[in-house]
Structure formats: structure tokens, C-alpha cells
């Protein structure tokens, strides 16, 4: 009944604020299609994504879990022409669809997806030098969150947002004492993220079609 309803009101919402756009709709048509988990996030989210991004001007974003792209494309959608995303995806065949559905979306040129663990790929990206992004969106395996972080602080500079998915797990994020390592893992850098001196940092609970959860958003502060 309660999730009912808040997909109705998600559905609502999405019809008032969000255009259609045939390549994000292909785009989970070919992610269900190849069988892919469908924990995108939802339309009015990525349109959240895609205003935060606008908001701070961003040039240059790194996203680490890609999936089949859907995020990606929301973010991507935010950048200038001359602009980059770099999204980062340990799973070849998630990876093999995304690419398909960001070329679908035209945006082939101007993201950038890597395959492999993040931890694995993120000293390369930084050798780079492709920093600092502009946005950090962090939406990959839970447990490794609070290391992402760290990550994300070093790639960053003064006005970047680093925005997290996932915080909240159905409420189980207030249960010290969960066996659950997705959630231990939402805990641990949640407790990170309100220690460190330099993200004016806040959790966001959301409901919509995608159930009950929440994201993390943070500014990261001058020196
Ligand atoms: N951001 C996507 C959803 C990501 S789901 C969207 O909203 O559209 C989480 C993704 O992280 C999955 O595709 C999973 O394969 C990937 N993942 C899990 N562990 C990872 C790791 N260590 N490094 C990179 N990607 C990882
Ligand atoms: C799940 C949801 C997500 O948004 C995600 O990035 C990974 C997993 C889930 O509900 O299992
Ligand atoms: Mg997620």
C-alpha cells in the first residue's frame, strides 16, 4: 500500500517535471532486457542528478558504478559539449551495455567507461590527471563507500559535490548492529562523511518507485 503509493506520486511527479527522452527509455529497455538488476536510480533522481550537476557548473564528473548507464546518461546530459564523465564499472557485462546506451544517447564522446574494480582504476584516473571533478557520485558496491570517500576528497576541489546513493536501505542504516555489509557499509562512511572537517555534508531520505532509501549529499568546503 505505502509503496504503492509513493509510486504513484513518483510516476506523478516524473510526468509533471521530467521530458520524455527515448534514449533513457532504451536505455532501461536494454538493461532489462540483458538482464541487468534494475537498481537504477529513478527519473526524478536523475533529474536531481543532472540539476546538482548544472548547479556547480560541472565540466568534468566521475561516477563509480555504472550499471547499464542510466545514471550516467543523467549526469552526462548536465555537461557541456567539451565536457567529460568517467564512470567506472567492475562488471564487463554491465559495462557492454552501458556503452551501448550512452552511444544511443549521443554521448559516447563524451563518457568515458572504464571496466574494472574501482579501487583498481581510481590510482590510474588520478595519475591522469583528470581531476579535480567537479561531481562525485558514488553508487557502487557498499561496503567499499567509505574508501570511495577518501577517493573522491583527493579528485575533488572547493564547490565539487560528492553525492552518494544508497544511505538509508530501507531504514536498516539505524541498526548498529546489523549483519547486512551493505549496511554496515552506508554506516561507516556515513559516520566518515559527517567527520571530515572539510564536506558540509547531509543525508536525504527518499521514497519513490525505487522503494525507500536515501542519498548523501556533500559540498566540499575551501581550505
Ligand atoms: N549508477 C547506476 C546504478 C549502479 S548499481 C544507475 O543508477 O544507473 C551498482 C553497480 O556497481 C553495479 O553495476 C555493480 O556491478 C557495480 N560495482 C560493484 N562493485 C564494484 C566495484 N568494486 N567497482 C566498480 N563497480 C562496482
Ligand atoms: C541496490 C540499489 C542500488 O541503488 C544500488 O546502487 C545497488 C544495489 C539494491 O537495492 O540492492
Ligand atoms: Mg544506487
Do not use: C
Not at 527509455?25 to 537504477?40: M, R
Not at 551501448?100 to 571496466?115: C, F, I, P, T, W
Not at 576541489?157 to 560528492?162: E, H, V
Not at 556515513?190 to 522503494?211: C, D, F, H, I, Y
Amino acid at each position: 500500500m505505502t509503496q504503492d503509493l509513493w509510486t504513484t506520486v513518483d510516476h506523478y511527479m516524473a510526468d509533471l517535471f521530467v521530458a520524455p527522452d527515448p534514449a533513457l527509455d532504451a536505455a532501461l529497455q536494454a538493461s532489462a532486457e540483458a538482464g541487468l538488476p534494475a537498481v537504477h536510480v529513478s527519473p526524478n533522481q536523475g533529474q536531481l542528478l543532472t540539476i546538482l550537476a548544472r548547479s556547480v557548473g560541472a565540466r568534468a564528473i566521475l561516477e563509480i558504478g555504472t550499471l547499464g548507464g542510466y545514471s550516467a546518461i543523467w549526469l552526462a546530459r548536465a555537461l557541456p559539449p567539451d565536457g567529460r564523465l568517467i564512470t567506472l564499472e567492475a562488471n564487463p557485462r554491465h559495462a557492454e551495455v552501458a556503452r551501448a546506451n550512452l552511444a544511443r544517447a549521443g554521448l559516447a564522446d563524451r563518457v568515458e567507461v572504464r571496466v574494472g574494480r574501482a579501487l583498481d582504476i581510481l590510482p590510474g584516473v588520478a595519475a591522469e590527471g583528470h581531476a579535480p571533478f567537479d561531481l562525485v557520485f558514488i553508487d557502487a558496491d557498499k561496503p567499499g563507500y567509505v574508501t570511495y570517500l577518501a577517493w573522491a576528497m583527493r579528485l575533488t576541489r572547493p564547490g565539487s559535490l560528492i553525492i552518494a546513493d544508497n544511505i538509508v536501505r530501507d531504514g536498516k542504516v539505524i541498526n548498529a548492529d546489523s549483519g547486512d555489509n551493505s549496511v554496515q557499509g552506508a554506516r561507516r562512511f556515513n559516520t566518515a562523511l559527517a567527520a571530515e572537517p572539510r564536506l558540509l555534508a547531509t543525508g536525504v531520505q527518499t521514497v519513490g518507485s525505487k522503494g525507500y532509501d536515501g542519498l548523501a549529499i556533500a559540498l566540499v568546503l575551501p581550505e
